[in-house]
């Protein structure tokens, strides 16, 4: 597991560099490899919805309300929302074999995304970025994931443009569903 050539991977399946298959181990246990990178976003995440609810009580005034199970317990869907969407898609397409390398490059193209969302909501933790700057990093990479989708469903699933934009929406829909699903439990 090399996460430099993975990140190498991630980049020319988002390109036009029909080598990608190369940098990553596309077997079972590549498949099971990369619910690590999965594991390696929790923190991110933590350190994303810390940032959050510390901004959101200094500007209400109140005490922060720092994430508690239930932020793991919406984490969890989310996060695995991709992989049951995939399998689904790839079933009513009769796409199998495409299934885990889909997989495996959406779960380290995932990962690498969240990393400059974690450091700029860092930053600003340590008052080192205004909130609005680390705000507007991590919206325009959440957005990001949709082309993102679109992208690998295209180049890694195989998908035509206009079903991989489908896909690429209906992935990010489902995801924003169990998120806003999330939100109003913590209400």
Same mark, same amino acid.
């Given at each position: 597991?090399?996460?430099?050539?993975?990140?190498?991977?991630?980049?020319?399946?988002?390109?036009?560099?029909?080598?990608?298959?190369?940098?990553?181990?596309?077997?079972?246990?590549?498949?099971? #490899?990369?619910?690590?990178?999965?594991?390696?976003?929790v923190?991110?995440?933590? /350190?994303?919805?810390?940032?959050?609810? &510390?901004?959101? &009580?200094?500007?209400?005034?109140i005490?922060?309300?720092?994430?508690?199970?239930?932020?793991?317990?919406?984490?969890?869907?989310?996060?695995?929302?991709?992989?049951?969407?995939?399998?689904?898609?790839?079933?009513?397409f009769?796409?199998m074999?495409?299934?885990?390398?889909?997989?495996?490059?959406?779960?380290?193209?995932?990962?690498?995304?969240?990393?400059?969302?974690?450091?700029?909501?860092?930053?600003?933790?340590?008052?080192?970025?205004?909130?609005a700057?680390?705000?507007?990093?991590?919206?325009? /990479?959440?957005?990001?994931?949709?082309? /993102?989708?679109? #992208?690998? &469903?295209?180049?890694?699933?195989?998908?035509?443009?206009?079903?991989?934009?489908?896909?690429?929406?209906?992935?990010?829909?489902?995801?924003?569903?169990?998120l806003?699903?999330?939100?109003?439990q913590?209400?």
């Amino acid at each position: 597991m090399n996460p430099v050539l993975y990140f190498s991977g991630v980049i020319k399946a988002l390109g036009q560099d029909d080598s990608w298959p190369d940098d990553f181990d596309l077997t079972g246990t590549g498949f099971c #490899r990369s619910f690590f990178a999965i594991f390696l976003s929790v923190p991110c995440y933590f /350190i994303s919805a810390v940032a959050i609810q &510390a901004e959101r &009580a200094r500007v209400l005034g109140i005490d922060p309300l720092y994430p508690n199970m239930l932020f793991f317990m919406i984490l969890a869907p989310y996060m695995l929302m991709f992989f049951f969407c995939a399998y689904v898609i790839s079933v009513i397409f009769e796409r199998m074999e495409l299934f885990k390398p889909w997989v495996i490059v959406r779960h380290w193209a995932m990962f690498f995304a969240a990393l400059p969302v974690t450091a700029g909501f860092g930053l600003y933790l340590l008052n080192l970025l205004p909130f609005a700057v680390a705000y507007g990093v991590a919206m325009f /990479i959440y957005l990001g994931t949709l082309a /993102i989708d679109i #992208r690998l &469903a295209s180049r890694v699933a195989g998908f035509q443009w206009g079903p991989a934009v489908f896909i690429g929406c209906f992935i990010t829909g489902m995801s924003m569903a169990v998120l806003l699903i999330g939100a109003l439990q913590t209400v």
